[in-house]
């Protein structure tokens, strides 16, 4: 019986979710754009809206952005914000060798589990991979996918509200499954695309002298393409540090500069 | 041996069925089109050619239309209306995580059920899902499918009388896999798609000024491809409500935009 | 073992054969055009064929036609006429939820319950369904097929004589899989396409008053590309007839029109 | 263990090999054209080059043609008029409802059998319903393909010498699959086409009168595309005997006509 | 545990090598071409390779030609010139009905047991048919194929040393799933395709008279695109023996030509 | 339960890292060209990445080129540079055979030991092999590769750093699946292609005599598209070596000629 084993056969070792958040938000926020903040704030409405007595009280928003560009630190600042008594991050990363009907079971879990607080949050994280999406074949499993539909097309019982945050980096997929249909909401995170927000980040992780930051602008003011997602960006500064005193922005710059040109290719 | 599968090992945990009718039609029907009228109409002599001993007596109707026009509701409101005395919703909502097999017992079960009493009406919600179809592959339950349609093809037992009301959000797909033929009758339901519908759902959930009122209307009819399912239009109009007292108006009328924009590229 | 699971595990529930071939002819013949009749002629020649000692004794004869054109009807109407001593529905009907490999012995033990007798005829209904086809992907039992193309090609024991009668509407899936050439002779069960079929059959059903049905045809004969299986056509007869009294032609009217032009694009 | 389960678990119901030859060739042979002699003066030579002990003993043989043309009485006759001590029909019809494992072990069965005496024929007849072959997919059973590759790769023991002869209707398929090149010779069995050929299998079957039979010669005179295999031409001739009196000849005609078109169409 | 299932479950039953190389190479070689002894001087290279100390030991040969060139022949031949102590052939006769895993458990006891020599050779015959390849579909076994690349990719202990032979019909295919570059080299076994060489063939097999003989040369030279594996000449010539006196250069020369045309539309 | 089953039933046999390590590495670095010494010195920079206190200590490389380019050593050799503590590595030579189930514990077992100790470095070698990548269907392990992407997306523990070396030859492939992205930087491993460069590694195997090895670069300087990896080019070398006094330099000359248009076509 699928109820029982879902009692009794899987445990999901999930960690406790405040630690968990702090982990997903450790570094603190930059806001390298004025993107960041209407996400957040859009984020706050939809909060609202779920704790709102006059309306429905179940509310479904997906962040869709590129790899690297920051959806799970702004899905958990959202969440954190939102101050909701019960808060659970749903995550691949806890699933891993997890069988299809595992995974069902956990999601299902999740959504029970929320239901016990009369106010909750739940965070599906990378729900691509949840769905062990693959471009080629193209291959993923149906049946999660079906029990995601369907779960978030369940109205929840009486005097139960739910705010569901999930993310992804394939938006086409979902459309083309018609997962995309069964969130009230989207938002784009987009990838940092200028000089400017660039140098905040750069700014923000004090690694590099005034001189070479200088120098870094001039190079990069030459690339028109920059492109990069602000996980790779802090990334490369961390390799770029290691370089030799007059070889570190050149790294940097470089770094970037490949990076934009193979994103470019790709699309 | 299946036969005794069915009466032991599966015990489909349908909510009573009265409970249930009630959580699909709560918070009342808005007539937002003469659509929604006729829908009704001929629901009712759908109910009445299931109870007339001139006929048949195997009444099988699909309501088939997008996502968030509303089709559960109007089946659910069609089988209130016939006051039979046996009404039962099998919904993949009670299904997930279940396997094709058990789906088929379950699907089958609930026939055998009507069949006890004289005069049944069975929904079927959301056909596509309990078939677990995916556009991608594409794939599906064949299983489950060849059990619809044996069970939509085989003539009731003598002196019993079945009304099914079927919705699906891809006729398409239903078609494909000769699955319309199984219906003795398809009705299509439409998503608003005029200013003068929407204001109508929008006064009746007094959630804005009469000022608001005249403002999102001014608003609304500069765009001409304005089209929305009214369980998404409920949403957003919850959503704007959360907005800034000067900022709601454009909330609604911009959530309502990008929305009919995205449906227009989908088509 | 196979024979012993054949013996053993699987027991068809198969009806009274008398019952169900009652029941499959329930209502009686409406021989509404020459085609009616020239298929059961030919039946009556394939039943003397198959008795007659100076021939083979194994005929395997092809019903095929569109959906709800009455096939079923026909070939029972056939084997009733042959007044055979042994004969036996095989339907997809009495399969819900079998394996393919269930399956397999359920037909190959019809074959050899037949073989007991000296003179036999099985009916297999819906030989598509049979073999769970669908046009998506498109799926099939090739178990099943493999089984039928083999016994279907097999000579009977000796001084054993069987008639085989088949239905499909998907003449063109057999033709691909090779199951056609397993027949000995295949006859074409047609739509009706004139206002004059249709006025036969709505005649025989004695709903409409002589002005409503002088009203129909005029109404019917506006219309060039009226096309409609007898089966859909008792149907759509059976819902106008709920109509209120000014009505009803018009409902009838409406739904034929329809139905034919979703037919004219299907093809 | 695979040697064990081949010894204990599968006893193919194989028919005594006499009692099977004797029905495959019942009736008796009809020649009805050079193609015919010339099959069986070849298969003669087969069966010397077999037996010859300066040649190497290991002779298979594919008789390809279309449905109903005749292989399997072909292939039974070569094997009878060979008079080796050993010799062992292989047919789909023994293996209905087997699995793909049970057919590899009773292929290899027969080949173990065959070499225990030290000169045998094998018949493996209609050899992509071995394989379980459908075009739809297309499927078959690669194991069973990939064990009839190697069985018909592998030299016989010292002082074993076999003579294979298949049967196909599918020579493309089997090409495709590289099976072709596992036989040293093919022979290709035609469908009569010519009006002559039928006639002498009609006047053969006896089962016309002068007058009727000079009546049909002229009918068909007439059309110039006649194509029948010898199989079907014998079951055509036994449904036109039923027809009344002046009917017969008529019967016969058109449904050699009706076939031979619908046999153009298909290629 | 694989290891173990390794050592207990599976005993491949590899006849002794030395009476299997025997068998392989019966009938003595016949030198039909230079290819011939080119490839055999090779081989001699290789084997030296091998043993070389200052080579690194690990020599990975793939002979590659169409079917029936005798490929197996001159592997079998090269591996005996070697007079390595140690010689396994690893062929598919002797897997039929083998599981994947099971094949793939065989392939790495024979790299184990040569490993335990210090100086051994493997011949692997038929290296697609291992895979159990099939144009249609295409299907194969991933699994083999992944342990074979795998095998074929780990350099062996210290001290041991080892020539891998393989024989292969469809190196297309074993360069699309990367197998070549596995192989250290390649060499290719060709067709018969000239006059020259099939009389040479034919006149070392002493079967037809000298004036026979040269009738066959005469008509030979009339066709300009003779060709054929030396395994199917040898099988042709024996077929040709049978006939009558006046009628065996006809037989071989049709045989000849029809096999070459055929050769000739595949490619 | 799976942490129970990766406990208990799975333990890989990973040799000892350090033998391992020695036998990747045996023979000695050849700096065949200026690629080989800034992978080097990069591979040096992201040591330093990972120990580096201001730095997130999760960074992950990968190598990517053609077959037989020296990959696997290289990684090897930068891990042995780093001198970390822990150093393990993770190839499918030690996977044969194992499920798909086996190989995703196995890799997280590898992740989790890595996370035992403060600072580790993982080489995961040949990631398309330990994905059962095969390009014909196309088939992989979506289960591994999933794993994977996962694995390499989540943060390590506090105060845990890891570099993750991987290698693979199929770039596209891992791009398609979107791994690409996983890694913070890729490197390219090159072919060797100019006669200078093949000239060198020639000369370091000291195989050749002065004479020969000008009689070499002449002939190698005819051909304008040479190109090799290095493992292939060291084998052709032993290769060559074998031959006769006259026929040593011709051979090798020869081989690098046919193995760089094989080359050529391939892209
Ligand atoms: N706006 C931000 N301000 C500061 N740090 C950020 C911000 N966004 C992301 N980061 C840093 O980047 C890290 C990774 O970002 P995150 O995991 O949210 O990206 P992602 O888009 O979810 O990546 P993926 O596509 O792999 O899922 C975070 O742990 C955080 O340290
Ligand atoms: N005509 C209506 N009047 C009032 N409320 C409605 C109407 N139609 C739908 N609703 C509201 O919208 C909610 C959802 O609609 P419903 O579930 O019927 O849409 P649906 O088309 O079945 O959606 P889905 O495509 O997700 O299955 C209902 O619970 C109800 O509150
Ligand atoms: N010629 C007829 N005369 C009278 N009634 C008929 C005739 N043909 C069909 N019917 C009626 O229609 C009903 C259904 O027809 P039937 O099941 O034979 O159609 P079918 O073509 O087999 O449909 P399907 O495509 O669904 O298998 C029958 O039960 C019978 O009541
Ligand atoms: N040359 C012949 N002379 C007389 N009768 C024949 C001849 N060939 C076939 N028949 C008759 O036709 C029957 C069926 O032929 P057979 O089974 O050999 O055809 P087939 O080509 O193998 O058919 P299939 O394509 O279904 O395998 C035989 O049992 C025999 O009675
Ligand atoms: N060069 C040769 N000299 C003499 N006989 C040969 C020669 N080559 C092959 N043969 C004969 O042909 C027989 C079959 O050849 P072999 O099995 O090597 O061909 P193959 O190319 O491996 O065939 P396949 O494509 O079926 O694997 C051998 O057993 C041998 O008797
Ligand atoms: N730069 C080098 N200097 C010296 N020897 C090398 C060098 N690179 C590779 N080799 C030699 O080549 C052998 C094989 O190279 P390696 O396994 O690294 O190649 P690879 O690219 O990983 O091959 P594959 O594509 O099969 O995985 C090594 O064991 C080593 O002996
Ligand atoms: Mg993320
Ligand atoms: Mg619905
Ligand atoms: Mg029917
Ligand atoms: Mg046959
Ligand atoms: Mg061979
Ligand atoms: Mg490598």
């Given at each position: 019986d699928f109820d029982y084993a879902l009692e009794n056969d899987v445990k999901p070792a999930f960690g406790l979710a405040e630690e968990q958040m702090d982990r997903l938000l450790s570094g603190g926020l930059i806001c390298w754009g004025s993107h960041v903040t209407e996400i957040l704030e859009k984020g706050d409405l939809f909060a609202r809206e779920t704790v709102n007595?006059?309306?429905?009280?179940f509310v479904r928003v997906l962040l869709a952005g590129a790899r690297n560009t920051g959806k799970t630190f702004l899905a958990a600042k959202i969440a954190k914000n939102s101050d909701f008594p019960f808060i659970k991050v749903c995550s691949p990363e806890d699933m891993v060798g997890y069988s299809e009907n595992a995974k069902c079971m956990a999601l299902r879990k999740v959504f029970d589990d929320a239901y016990r607080s009369p106010l909750s949050c739940i965070i599906i994280d990378n729900i691509e991979r949840l769905l062990d999406y693959s471009p080629i074949g193209p291959r993923y499993s149906n049946l999660v996918l079906q029990a995601l539909l369907v779960l978030l097309g369940k109205i929840p019982p009486e005097n139960r509200r739910l705010l569901v945050l999930a993310t992804t980096s394939n938006e086409h997929f979902l459309r083309e499954v018609d997962l995309l249909n069964s969130f009230s909401n989207t938002m784009h995170v987009p990838r940092l695309n200028s000089v400017e927000q660039i140098m905040t980040v750069v700014d923000e992780t004090s690694s590099f002298t005034d001189s070479e930051r200088h120098h870094l602008r001039m190079k990069l003011q030459k690339n028109e393409k920059l492109t990069v997602g602000i996980k790779r960006l802090l990334e490369l500064v961390d390799f770029a540090k290691q370089g030799q005193e007059n070889y570190r922005v050149q790294l940097l710059a470089d770094s970037l500069e490949e990076l934009s040109m193979d994103i470019d290719i790709q699309n």
């Amino acid at each position: 019986d699928f109820d029982y084993a879902l009692e009794n056969d899987v445990k999901p070792a999930f960690g406790l979710a405040e630690e968990q958040m702090d982990r997903l938000l450790s570094g603190g926020l930059i806001c390298w754009g004025s993107h960041v903040t209407e996400i957040l704030e859009k984020g706050d409405l939809f909060a609202r809206e779920t704790v709102n007595p006059d309306c429905r009280g179940f509310v479904r928003v997906l962040l869709a952005g590129a790899r690297n560009t920051g959806k799970t630190f702004l899905a958990a600042k959202i969440a954190k914000n939102s101050d909701f008594p019960f808060i659970k991050v749903c995550s691949p990363e806890d699933m891993v060798g997890y069988s299809e009907n595992a995974k069902c079971m956990a999601l299902r879990k999740v959504f029970d589990d929320a239901y016990r607080s009369p106010l909750s949050c739940i965070i599906i994280d990378n729900i691509e991979r949840l769905l062990d999406y693959s471009p080629i074949g193209p291959r993923y499993s149906n049946l999660v996918l079906q029990a995601l539909l369907v779960l978030l097309g369940k109205i929840p019982p009486e005097n139960r509200r739910l705010l569901v945050l999930a993310t992804t980096s394939n938006e086409h997929f979902l459309r083309e499954v018609d997962l995309l249909n069964s969130f009230s909401n989207t938002m784009h995170v987009p990838r940092l695309n200028s000089v400017e927000q660039i140098m905040t980040v750069v700014d923000e992780t004090s690694s590099f002298t005034d001189s070479e930051r200088h120098h870094l602008r001039m190079k990069l003011q030459k690339n028109e393409k920059l492109t990069v997602g602000i996980k790779r960006l802090l990334e490369l500064v961390d390799f770029a540090k290691q370089g030799q005193e007059n070889y570190r922005v050149q790294l940097l710059a470089d770094s970037l500069e490949e990076l934009s040109m193979d994103i470019d290719i790709q699309n």
